[in-house]
Each structure stands twice: as structure tokens, then as C-alpha cells.
């Protein structure tokens, strides 16, 4: 029999396949997930801010009066009613469409799946910010994309970097099937794209004439003014828009849109079929009637409002805490602020004793496809109590305090004696309370 | 610019995409979803035998005492709570196994992607049963996989027939990665195999090496006796078994289940993780729930009796109704009778002509994916009345006739002009009501 006793069809896996391994630190995050830890590592929303008496309500409103329809398969494509209040949600970030291009999803992670698999074969590149979204990578990953990391300055994807990376994948021959960007409040970086910013980068690709995919979960989650209107909502035909209920409803729904031109629609609406069939019905229709009966404006300020004060926590606490040399950005919405840590520290080597001392975060090599980042960590602030985002800062900063004394006692070989691989297949959650 | 006025990304899509072309009997179905066609075609349960206010009540609960999990994102691989009860519902076809080796999905559609993506490079062989479900063939086309079907005999897969096309892939250097069956009440030949036929089956599986991708929707939905004992509960090791909530409690939640060795487990999750993060806690606490506190085991022998009915209704109608030549199989559970037109009646070709005649069927060549089966059609029993359903017998025996009339005086090549050509991306829902 091929194979090993351990598992008797290790020799019988796709190739793809070879990218599906756990890693290290997902071990460490299952070992971290106790209360007492801090985690300022998951990018999980802060649903305890919804009404859910009232939520509870509209679900069993939705099976007693929508039985029929909640309980039993549906469109492929998404209900119909959704699909339309998802177009006035998502004219609120200046897009513009026709319920026909909007495809419901299982998430909105389910639509990067399904543009990934419609566009890649193995080998194909796609360019992705650098840091990019490591549930991206791990999609790309899992399609063998080849993942060209793109420079950002201050407002994220940077034009220049782009276009060099566009024009050195023509010269070599990479087809390049689409540009992958965040443009507001970025995973993980924190960064947002302004709108002569976003205009710039539209032009480059359509000058090379690839197509974007626009990933926009925190869009409608900034803490000052209007929304960033969408790259989507510059050009019909040449970005495709993924959009989330995750963030300003609830992540456990698992509905998510694509919004994307008719030919791609259409493709993504067969490929959706064959992964799923259908979308829940149960969970479409009771987010629909959420959207008809409650004041979910109302509901995404009351979230504005509490991220805003948890990311006052966090910069305030860094800036009370962390030591010199040690840099992060400064988020207008979402979730996330990237650290940078004084050279040479190495923040995957680091780990263990960040969560020694009861604190956790994602260290920078997930968010790359090269092993890059290991200087770098994403903090999340969207979870945890103000004070209890202080407290694990404040430990934090006790930890890169400890390895800075220990380098400048001993020496770096001390702290970093081998290189850092690059993080495979993390959980995008970083599943931490 | 590459492309074309009407899709400018036609150049971009991944050579796998080519699959993803919808049908002409796509675009039928469309037009013939009017209340007043009986649909015979789509394999939609019967949901209303569901007690709508308790189910209600259920998922109310779920929100009010466990929002802050039911609402929130949840872990890659299921609650654990709901694997549980899944090995509780499996053990019932005498699955035995442990809950870490259970991998909830949004359905079990997803599994059957998933089991795909994992093990199927394209060009890989997968042998299915011919026919086999369309919605299986729908996967396998989106992975680029070779697809050979091998013949059924009156207790479904053949084990004689199974040992040749194995021999034969082997010979010619074919790298066949799994053999997909669907062992209870087949879809769409509404046939089951004997414990002897599966232990047959299993050995020869065993013998060359490739594990059984074992299907199992309606294992619970027998008319007579105990639930048929599942493959895998004769080999762990050998078998990935899929499971389903769409049949026994409801398709809307999404909700189906993998059972796999230990070792594709792993692979399993981190590819669920890659394509939509995590199961949807929503619908898993809603399942969970109303199996800890619903009389679950009596609801399920609600939809045998329910099924029962109908199932005779179907039966009894063909044997009133259907002119000479024409045969079909009879099921013992499940959705599905299995029809074969007298030659030389062309079923794709006739489904306009019956949907005039307001009945709607699933040609058989949707079920092939090597164009036979233009004799043969599917037809559901779920989901009408069990007088509809008669009614729209006796207007598909009125269409036959018809037919053949046609023939008798014309000759066949007036009504059948033309090979046919496989019926590719038919939605596997055919979603009539």
C-alpha cells in the first residue's frame, strides 16, 4: 500500500494540496486560547453590540412567516430581495449596479475563492499589497498563484511599485489575472487609499488592462466623515467588488457578496453552484429582514463609535508603552494597526514569550507569500475591552522590552538563530477571546 | 483592449472556467418555473413537514442564549458540539468514528468540492456511476478531472463492471483518485445497493489502492427496514464519507458534514478555512439545537412516510400511464425514479414539448458526463402532492405518446435531427417548485 501508516493517501493528493499544512504558530494559537490571554491577534467583529433580543425576533419571524423559502434550497446567484438591499448598502461606498451582477456568497472570504478559481490557473499571477490579507494568500495559495507582493507607503498600494510590478511581469511573460487590494482601513496594515490615490492605481490597471479586485469588509467602518467610495465605484467593467456582512452585521450569518461585470458574473455563479449549490436561505433571509425592519444605520454608527474608542486604546497605549524604535500605523477605520518592531527583532520568534506573558497578536510573515514581515505584527483592537486592549499592550511592550535587553546583553544570534519561513496556512481568524 | 464588447475579461479566465457554461435546459427551467407546470425535475425535500413555529422557537433561542457564539465567526472545522451529534446520526448507518475526524460544511456540496480539491490534479480519473448525480459531475468538471463512468446493474455500481475500468485506468498509466458512489437510493437511478454488493465493492476498492468517496443524502430516508449500513462502516480508512441535513431536517440551513481518515481531515480543514473561513455558527447552533431538543428521529419518520407516498403515487401513475417500452426503476428511498424512454425518443429533445404540456423532467444526459443518457430522464417525487404528481405522469405519458405517434408516421429522424450534445452546468437544484 503507498502511502504511510500515519496517513495511507499522502501520495494521492492534488499538487495544490501541498500548500494545505499547518502551521507552527496556528499550534500556538489553539495552546493560547484561554482568558487570561489578551488576544490583540483575531480580527473577530464585537457582535455582543447587537440587540440580539431583537435579532432573535426577526429569526423567528423569518422561519414562522418565510418557512418555505428559509428552509429550502434557493438561487444560486442569492435571494433576490437581498441582492437589491445589497446594492443600497453598497451605494453608500459610491457603487453603483444591477441586482442581476450581484452574487450572494458563504462569506465574503467564499468570493475571493470563487474569482480565484474562475481567473487562476497554476502559475498565474495576482498582485497583492505587501502586507496583504493572509486569508487571501491562503486562497491564492491553495489555487498555485503565483503572489507578487506590491509596495505601500502611507496610503497603502503604492502607483509607482504598481506599475513597475505590471511592466516586469509583462516583460517576463506572467499573465497577470488581477490586482488584489484592500483600499480601506487595509488587513492588516491599517492604511486607506484616498480617492486621487485609488483614481491613480484604477488608471495603471486599466492601462495594463488587468482587472482589480476590490476587497472592501470595513468599508462603512471609518471613524470620521463619509465612507471612501470604492474603487468599484470609478469603474463598472474593470473591478470586480467583494462586500461583507461580517463586519457590520454579524460574521456567523456567513454572507457575503460579489458584485462584479456580467460576464465574470456569470461564471461566478456556475462556479458558486458547484462549490455550494446555493447560499443558506436561513441566513440570507433573516440578514434581508434585519435590513427591512431595523435601523442598521443606526447600528453600523454604534459600531463606528466602539472601534473608534478600542483603536483610541490601542494608540494611546502603544504610545505610553512601547519602546523606541518601535512603529505602527495609525488606523481611520477597521480594525487592525501594523507594528513594526526595532531591528532585529524577529516577532514569529517572539511568540511563544508574548503569549507566556498572556498576550497575543499574528505575527508579520502571515500576511506574505515570501517570508517577509518577520519584523513586523498585526495588533487587533476590535474584541477586547479599552482597558483590556491597554493591559495587552502594556505586556506587550514588556515582552520587545525583554528581547531588546536580551540583544543588547548578548547579542542578536541570541534571540534569532535561524530564518524565518514563511507562516503557511494560518487561520485567518486567529480563533483568540 | 483583449476580450469583447460584452465580456472584456473572456481571455482572463483560468482554462477550468471553460466548464462553467450554462446549458439550454438551464435557460428552460427558467421559463418553466410557473405554479402551474409540474415539476418532476427538482429534488427539492418537502420542508413544510417541518413544524415552522417550533423551528422558530429553536432558532430564537439560539440568538437570545448563545448570540455571542451563533453570530460570530466559529472554527474551520465545525462546532464541536454539532460533530458530536453528527457521529450520533451517522452511527445510525453504523458509522463509527471520532469528532475530530468531522468536518462540518455549508452543505454537503461543499464537501464533495472540498474531497476534490484535495485529491484532484486535472486530468486525474475519478470513476462515478453511470448515471451519477449532476451536482457531482458539476465538481469534478470544475477541477478538470477525467471522468469515467462505470455501468450499474439492477442493485446499482457493478462490481464486475468497477474491476475493469480499474484495471483499465491502471493499465494505461490513468491516476484514478477516488471511486464516487452514491450506495442508498441513488440520484438519479433511485437504486441501493446490498450489504454484499458494498462489501464487494469495498474489496475491490481495497485491492487497487483508491479510496471510496461514499455519498450518503438520503441513507436515512428508507420506505421499509433498517437505514442501509453506510461503506464506511466497514473501513475507516478507506472511505470519506458525506453526510447531509438538507433531507432530514432542511436544505436552507446549509449543513452538511465530511467523515474522513485522519490524515485528509487535516487537508479538509485548511481547504474549508481557504474557501469560506468557517461554517456558518448561525446554522450549526440552529442544528444543533433542534437535535438536543427536537424529537428529531420522529421527524425523519415523517418525510419516510411522507416520501413513501409519494414515491407510490409515481409508481402507480407510470404503471397506469406510460405507453409500452417505457421503463423505470423502482426505489426503495429517497427522491429519484430513473426512467428509459422507448427508442428512439430523445429526453433533451422532448423537454420542450413537455413543459408545453406543463410537466418538467431532468433529462438524462445532465446525469453523464460524456453525453449518454439522451433515453433516459430523472424524475422527483419529493416535492409534489402525491396528486400532482400523478397529474403530471399521466401529461408526460400524454408527451411520450406524442412522440412516438410522431415517429410511427414520420419516422425518428424528424424528431431527432441531432446528436446531442452533453447538457454541461445544469443547476444540480432544477429548481422548480
Known amino acids: 500500500m503507498a502511502g504511510n501508516r500515519l496517513d495511507p493517501w499522502v501520495d494521492s493528493y492534488a499538487e495544490r494540496a501541498q500548500g494545505l499544512t499547518a502551521s507552527a504558530i496556528r499550534a500556538l494559537f489553539a495552546v493560547a486560547s484561554r482568558p487570561e490571554v489578551v488576544s490583540l491577534a483575531g480580527g473577530m467583529p464585537y457582535v455582543s453590540a447587537l440587540d440580539s433580543d431583537r435579532f432573535a425576533q426577526i429569526a423567528a419571524k423569518v422561519v414562522r412567516d418565510q418557512g418555505t423559502v428559509a428552509l429550502q434550497y434557493g438561487s444560486g446567484q442569492g435571494d433576490p430581495t437581498l441582492r437589491e438591499q445589497i446594492l443600497e448598502i453598497s451605494g453608500l461606498v459610491g457603487v453603483r449596479s444591477h441586482p442581476d451582477d450581484v452574487v450572494v456568497t458563504a462569506g465574503s472570504q467564499m468570493g475571493l475563492d470563487l474569482v480565484t478559481k474562475v481567473f487562476c490557473d497554476p502559475g498565474d499571477t495576482v498582485l497583492v499589497e505587501s502586507p496583504s490579507y493572509v486569508g487571501a494568500l491562503g486562497v491564492f495559495r491553495s489555487y498555485q498563484c503565483n503572489v507578487v507582493h506590491v509596495a505601500m507607503d502611507h496610503e497603502g498600494l503604492d502607483p509607482q511599485a504598481l506599475r513597475e510590478a505590471l511592466g516586469q511581469a509583462k516583460s517576463s511573460g506572467s499573465r497577470v489575472k488581477f490586482i488584489y487590494t484592500i483600499p480601506s482601513f487595509h488587513n492588516p496594515a491599517g492604511l486607506t487609499q484616498g480617492l486621487q490615490r ?24 471609518g471613524f470620521e466623515g463619509e465612507p471612501p467610495k470604492a ?103 477597521g480594525f487592525y494597526s501594523w507594528v513594526t518592531l526595532p531591528a532585529p527583532l524577529n516577532a514569529t520568534n517572539m511568540l511563544p514569550r508574548a503569549i507566556s506573558s498572556l498576550v497575543a497578536y499574528v505575527p508579520g510573515t502571515g500576511f506574505y507569500a515570501d517570508g517577509q514581515g518577520s519584523t513586523n505584527l498585526r495588533l487587533s483592537y476590535c474584541y477586547p ?47 483568540l477571546n
Chains 1, 2 share one sequence.
Open 198 to 221: 485609488r483614481k491613480e492605481i484604477l488608471a495603471i490597471a486599466q492601462e495594463f488592462n488587468v482587472p482589480i479586485l476590490e476587497d472592501d469588509p470595513y468599508g462603512l467602518l
Open 231 to 333: 474603487i468599484r465605484s470609478l469603474d463598472d467593467q474593470g473591478v470586480i467588488y467583494l462586500g461583507s456582512f461580517s463586519k457590520i452585521i454579524a460574521s456567523g450569518l456567513r454572507v457575503g457578496w460579489v458584485i462584479a461585470p456580467h460576464g465574470v458574473r456569470e461564471k461566478l455563479v456556475l462556479a458558486a453552484e458547484a462549490a455550494t449549490l446555493c447560499p443558506s436561505n436561513f441566513s440570507q433571509l433573516t440578514v434581508s429582514r434585519y435590513l427591512s425592519e431595523e435601523n442598521w444605520q443606526q447600528q453600523i454608527k454604534v459600531f463606528q463609535e466602539l472601534y473608534r474608542e478600542r483603536r483610541d486604546a490601542l494608540l494611546q497605549a502603544m504610545q505610553a508603552y512601547m519602546p523606541t524604535g518601535t512603529t505602527w500605523t495609525v488606523p481611520q477605520g
Open 385 to 431: 475591552q479599552p482597558d483590556r486592549i491597554a493591559e495587552g499592550v502594556r505586556r506587550l511592550a514588556g515582552v520587545i522590552d525583554a528581547e531588546l535587553d536580551l540583544i543588547n546583553t548578548f547579542g542578536a544570534a541570541q534571540t534569532d538563530q535561524t530564518a524565518t519561513p514563511p507562516v503557511r496556512s494560518i487561520n485567518p481568524l486567529s480563533n
